[in-house]
Nanobody
Framework: HVQLVESGGGWVQPGGSLRLSCTPS????????MGWYRQAPGKQREFVAH???????SYADSTKGRFTITRDNSENTLYLQMNNLEPEDTAVYYC???????????WGQGTQVTVSS
């Protein structure tokens, strides 16, 4: 079991940047897979990015080139750097963790990101 605490959401104008943080209740280096998902009003939760403990990273096509996911073992924190934000990025962003291969996913409480002028 792991608890996840997110922070860093807020309001930003189009073209701006935000950095989200997620701190797990256990050592991040022990977690097999960590990632970010988002859910916009009236839509299903969708994949944003994830990173394995062995550093392999993947991104959704809509975020590739604009977002960067990073696991910082020294800070025990997962980050999502979001640049060149668009109104379509507006959503609640959730941190996720899978402790082992085929294991259950754990979720944070979510943090709101709003992109508007």
């Amino acid at each position: 079991h792991v608890q996840l605490v997110e922070s860093g959401g807020g309001w930003v104008q189009p073209g701006g940047s935000l950095r989200l943080s997620c701190t797990p209740s256990r050592s991040i280096s022990s977690i097999f897979l960590m990632g970010w998902y988002r859910q916009a009003p009236g839509k299903q939760r969708e994949f944003v990015a994830h990173q394995y403990s062995f550093d392999n990273r993947s991104y959704a096509d809509s975020t590739k080139g604009r977002f960067t996911i990073t696991r910082d073992n020294s800070e025990n924190t997962l980050y999502l750097q979001m640049n060149n934000l668009e109104p379509e990025d507006t959503a609640v962003y959730y941190c996720s963790a899978q402790l082992g291969v085929g294991g259950a996913f754990f979720w944070g409480q979510g943090t709101q990101v709003t992109v508007s002028s």
